[in-house]
């Protein structure tokens, strides 16, 4: 969450110590090796994030893992399970991994931390201004959710963990059709034409079903909703429609101002659904 | 010395081009005790009969061994040849080499090998077997239908026309059934409500039949002919022996909840009649949402009432019947398809409808009035998609099988609109047209020609954009997507059992299938009929099925209740539990592990020494008991012995193999 | 012998051919569906009537996303992302990789080896230029690299040496798999 994810990432160190949960960066932490790895070759697919988890096991035993990102996530939690179900996979992978790995703590994905029942009371205390009356789509993308096998998740067709999080800052989020709806992220690059339409109906649908802004919870997924609008609005003569991660709800909500996430490094103006919400509320602050 | 003869059968080619007859033949005349054998082609039919009747007679025979097919096939046919030959018809013996050898095996000198060791067993329990005699017990000359749809009105009224007594009980305040929601069958058309109201009206004044309406089944005791049943009545509030239906207290009532029968698309007050064709045409108080039973004020309904029929303070009685049969008739519900399916909007699009909410809609007496239009802003739809195999052939969300109905009725829906609303364009997405049917076949041709469009794929998502539901699927026919626009979607849902039938079936000790069905005592042989003597079953409590398939097997039930309830009194197997009174210590681990409530403690007079004493021992009942043996394995002093299958007999059959 | 293959494919995937009965939900919801030369649907039908060739050389196991809608509303749970994924290996033994496909990875995993991490504007300019795409998403660099959301300097791991040999051994024993 270094370069492209810079709001995401701003806005999640600002939420996390504004509610007293410290976030340990793995020391040395590699790629997981996105699709690309494991469309080559399936160890390659499963040692490279188990490399970072048998890092975080070495060096901090006691802690869990989260990620911000949804195909980290899927990567991640199928090292894990992998290691825990298969033993001549498990000897295979500490080979290469050249670290032993015994997949002991969890692996999380932030929405997961988030709705955590004493993480949502913290951020309840925390809240100082309300995003009255914005209008969000929760985009959940697939990773997080699918396949159930790995993720565990309740509803993957509707799920609501996302929705009750955004609540919390008195924005209103609304009942659409796309929450788990595959973007192609994965293809971006290679299937660009594809990916570009995938993303197009799932904003037409969250504009449709009434949505001001979407909000993600994947890096991925906010990059490649937000990155291509310029040829969202010609294409369709619809407007653009901002794109943020659900940290930099919570962020303004707790008071971050625009330069705490970086908001002007959104791709499509953003700052201007945030700031009329803002207005609506009580006692009418500015972004 | 015994003088058994042993009969060969080929079952045609069946058993003979696998195993060897004349090996048999050879082997039975070496063995002790054996004073005939001989084979023949067909040994179940009348001259393979014959030809064992004349062995008897000619080589004095006092003990048959029949080497053919499985018992359950044909022992009883061989049963009744003997009841006139002078033997105990218990004194045949059936040596299993179809089912056991010659169908599972191809090595033939194994498979002879086998069948001649099969053979041997037999010829040596044989040699303990003893005359067993049937009792009778008496029948209590009344039936009980569990259910009011409409097999349990078919097989009420067909019981009771055969000159029976009947009570039909359901759980509802009517009668009536899904049959009654629904608007036109297929593949007539004709009007559901014109045939079923009169069969309804029938059960309600016919002198033999009683309807027990807001009923449920509370316990079961006893055995076939002899069952006695605790019936719970639950509370009216409504005095029926005064009501006269005038429907005056209904008019008032401030409360409106969903109206059950209509499925959610209209309201009911709390007192109401549920349906106006309703029998009986009495209405009850719904307590769960009735103001004053609630605890709070209100009392309008027995103001308003001219009779004062209105008796808030009405409890759930239980009321004791006693009957010689019972016939299961508990039909089937629709699966909650929000629950299963997500990308279907789990029920959160008001324009997606189940197969039978659009029966309520198309009905004429429905809460549109027979209008088609969407439930959301109540325009007619210019697009209908029909989805069929909702929860049905969907072993990861829903059921393995195939509800049977709803390729016809989504036929029908398709119909229905067509001629409503001419112009309208329906599609129907189907995995595989199944019309097995007298004019089935014929109705789908005419639904395609109407107009309907078919589209080979399952549907892959549901949702709405602006007013409207898209519904993504695939045109397998084609290998495209597709995606089409509708102002209406149909669901045509799964069917299940109905809610209850797992701790009914339990009451009854009836078995049920992995899908909770009922289960049939035989899929082809016996299909009206459960496990448990005088237990039958009807409808779509055993499974999927339309309306013509439940009215048959409903008369097909009651049939077999006729039967039984003509005789006066019924031979029970003799093939039981006995209980040598000396040896049991009246422990009572028998009572416990016996699954047909058959063996009870009984307090006998007895001796100890020269004292007179008071002891308990095992008592078998001959009605109650199947025969299973359960007991006998649990006994720890050996006093059970189940007759027919002693002991001794079951060592004899291993000595044979194993010594 | 294909068939040997196509057994050996499906075992390894977990996949049971003759569960699929053909009923589409799965190209239904497939987001990719669209761009495919063989529908997800078809692809299994290639399963049963045992013509592996077809499966392995559609763009359908390249453009596979991964992203589990179908095996999710499968009536039969037929896992066709494990399918796609086997056929991606066996594929790429036989030399029928989808030259767009290939090329991002390999630059993916190039850029892996060098820096441990993934560098987005390197892998994204290379893609570019590997895949004659010089001008895809180039609008937005500007202001990407106005914002720093894109860094002309990688970030590297401190072990990206020991990250490198860990791939090259993932790259030969993978080889040995198959």
Not at chain 2, 335 to 363: A, C, H
Not at chain 3, 29 to 42: E, N
Request: proline share 4%; net charge neutral; with cysteine.
């Amino acid at each position: 969450m270094e370069s492209t994810a810079k709001s995401y990432r701003l806005a999640t160190e600002y939420v996390m110590s504004r509610i007293g949960v410290e976030l340990v960066e793995i020391e040395d932490w590699n790629c997981c090796g996105a699709t690309s790895a494991h469309t080559l070759s399936e160890l390659m697919g499963i040692a490279l994030p188990a490399r970072s988890l048998a890092t975080a096991e070495l060096k901090e035993p006691e802690l869990d893992i989260v990620t911000g990102c949804a195909s980290c996530y899927a990567r991640l939690r199928l090292a894990m399970h992998k290691i825990r179900t298969d033993k001549a996979a498990k000897y295979l992978i500490e080979n290469v991994i050249d670290m032993p790995y015994e997949a002991r703590r969890e692996v999380y994905n932030f929405l997961d931390v988030l709705s955590r029942e004493d993480v949502t009371e913290a951020i309840k205390g925390k809240i100082k201004r309300k995003l009255e009356g914005l209008k969000v789509a929760c985009y959940y993308g697939c990773l997080n959710v699918r396949p159930a096998l790995i993720t565990g998740a309740p509803d993957r067709e509707n799920p609501q963990s996302m929705d009750a999080i955004i609540a919390l800052t008195g924005a209103e989020t609304v009942d659409w059709a796309f929450k788990t709806e595959c973007c192609g992220a994965a293809h971006q690059n290679d299937a660009a034409s594809v990916t570009r339409d995938l993303s197009w109906r799932i904003l037409k649908n969250a504009q449709l079903s009434g949505a001001e802004v979407i909000v993600t919870a994947c890096p991925m997924c906010n990059l490649n909703l937000e990155m291509r609008q310029d040829g969202y609005r010609k294409n369709t003569g619809r407007s653009s429609i901002p794109v943020f991660s659900v940290s930099e709800l919570l962020a303004v909500a707790m008071g971050a101002s625009a330069r705490h996430i970086a908001l002007d490094a959104h791709h499509v103006p953003a700052a201007k659904a945030l700031a009329a919400a803002l207005r609506r509320s009580e006692g009418g602050v500015a972004i | 010395m015994s003088r058994i003869g042993v009969f060969v059968c080929h079952c045609g080619t069946n058993i003979a081009s696998v195993v060897d007859p004349d090996k048999l033949i050879a082997a039975a005349r070496e063995l002790p005790g054996v004073a005939y054998a001989a084979d023949y082609k067909y040994m179940c039919s009348e001259p393979g009969q014959q030809m064992i009747k004349d062995s008897i007679s000619e080589h004095g025979l006092d003990r048959i061994v029949i080497a053919s097919c499985s018992p359950r096939m044909h022992e009883t046919t061989f049963r009744k040849m003997l009841k006139n030959t002078g033997i105990n018809p218990y004194m045949l013996e059936i040596a299993n080499i179809r089912e056991q050898c010659s169908w599972v095996h191809v090595d033939k000198d194994r498979a002879s090998e086998k069948a001649v060791n099969l053979m041997r067993m037999a010829v040596s329990k044989i040699s303990k077997n003893e005359p067993l005699y049937a009792q009778t017990i008496p029948i209590t000359k009344k039936a009980l239908v569990i259910g009011g749809g409409i097999a349990g009105i078919q097989a009420a009224l067909d019981i009771a026309d055969a000159g029976h007594e009947v009570v039909l009980l359901e759980r509802e305040s009517s009668v009536g059934g899904k049959m009654a929601m629904l608007d036109k069958t297929f593949p007539t058309l004709d009007c559901s409500a014109c045939i079923s109201t009169p069969k309804m009206v029938d059960v309600g004044a016919h002198p033999n039949i009683t309807l027990m309406t807001s009923c449920e089944v509370e316990s079961v005791s006893g055995y076939i002919g002899n069952f006695e049943v605790g019936i719970k009545q639950k509370a009216r509030y409504v005095n029926h022996d005064i009501c006269t239906g005038c429907g005056l207290c209904e008019t008032k009532c401030p409360v409106k909840v969903e109206s059950e029968f209509n499925l959610g698309l209209s309201t009911r007050p709390a007192i109401y009649k549920l349906f106006p064709q309703a029998v009986p045409s009495k209405p009850i108080i719904d307590k769960e949402n009735c103001r004053l039973l609630k605890g709070g004020k209100c009392g309008i309904c027995a103001k308003l009432c001219p009779l004062g029929c209105v008796n808030y303070e009405d409890e759930d009685r239980t009321i004791t019947d006693n009957f010689g049969a019972i016939v299961i008739a508990t039909g089937y519900q629709l699966v909650d398809w929000p629950s299963m399916y997500g990308e279907y909007g789990g029920g959160r699009y008001k324009d997606i409808l189940s197969g039978l909410q659009f029966e309520r809609t198309v009905n004429a007496a429905g809460p549109t009035e027979g209008h088609i239009v969407r439930p959301s802003d109540g325009k007619e739809p210019e697009t209908v998609v029909i989805v069929k195999c909702v929860g049905s052939r969907d072993p990861n969300k829903g059921k393995s099988y195939c509800s049977r109905a709803c390729c016809m009725y989504a036929a029908k829906h398709a119909h229905q609109i067509l001629e409503k609303l001419p112009g309208t364009r329906v599609f129907i997405f189907y995995i595989d047209v199944r019309t097995p049917g007298k004019g089935y076949e014929e109705f789908y041709d005419q639904t395609r020609m109407d107009g309907a469009v078919y589209v080979r794929g399952r549907v892959s998502k549901i949702y709405e954009e602006e007013g409207q539901l898209v519904c993504r699927g695939e045109d397998s026919l084609l290998g495209e997507q597709v995606s089409v626009k509708a102002d209406m979607v149909i669901l045509e849902t799964a069917m299940e059992p109905s809610p209850g039938i797992a701790e009914l079936t339990s009451l009854l000790g009836a078995a049920r299938d992995v899908n909770n069905w009922v289960q049939e005592a035989h899929p082809k042989l016996r299909p009206a009929e459960t496990q448990v003597g005088g237990v039958f079953l009807a409808g779509t409590c055993q499974g999927p099925k339309d309306i013509p398939d439940t009215v048959a097997q409903a008369s097909a039930a009651a049939a077999k209740v006729i039967g039984l309830l003509n005789k006066s009194e019924m031979e029970t197997s003799p093939m039981i539990s006995a209980v040598e009174r000396d040896k049991c210590s009246g422990c009572g681990v028998c009572v416990g592990i016996c699954p047909y409530k058959a063996v009870t403690l009984l307090e006998i007079d007895d001796r100890h020494g020269a004292k007179r004493i008071k002891r308990e021992v095992a008592n078998v009942n001959s009605g109650l008991c199947q025969g299973c043996g359960a007991c006998t394995s649990a006994c720890r002093t050996g006093a059970l012995d189940l007759l027919g299958f002693r002991n001794k007999q079951i060592l004899e059959e291993v000595d044979a193999l194993c010594l | 012998m294909t068939n040997e293959k196509l057994d050996s494919l499906l075992a390894k995937a977990g996949v049971r051919q003759y569960d699929c009965y053909q009923c589409g939900k799965c190209t239904g919801g497939c987001p990719m569906a669209r761009a495919m030369d063989l529908k997800p649907r078809g692809v299994m039908r290639c399963a049963q009537i045992g013509s592996l060739e077809r499966i392995l050389k559609s763009n359908t196991i390249w453009l596979c996303t991964g992203c589990h809608t179908c095996v999710e509303r499968c009536p039969h749970d037929v896992d066709l992302p494990a399918l796609m994924e086997e056929a991606r290996y066996l594929a790429s033994d036989m030399g029928y990789e989808r030259r767009d496909s290939k090329v991002l990875n390999e630059v993916f995993i190039a850029n892996l080896k060098m820096f441990g991490r993934n560098h987005e504007m390197l892998l994204a300019g290379l893609y570019n230029m590997i895949a004659f795409k010089p001008l895809q998403d180039m609008s937005s660099v500007p202001h990407m690299l106005k914002h720093g959301l894109i860094e002309i300097k990688p970030h590297e791991t401190q072990k990206s040496e020991s990250i490198k040999k860990m791939i090259e051994r993932a790259e030969k024993l993978s080889s040995v798999r198959s």
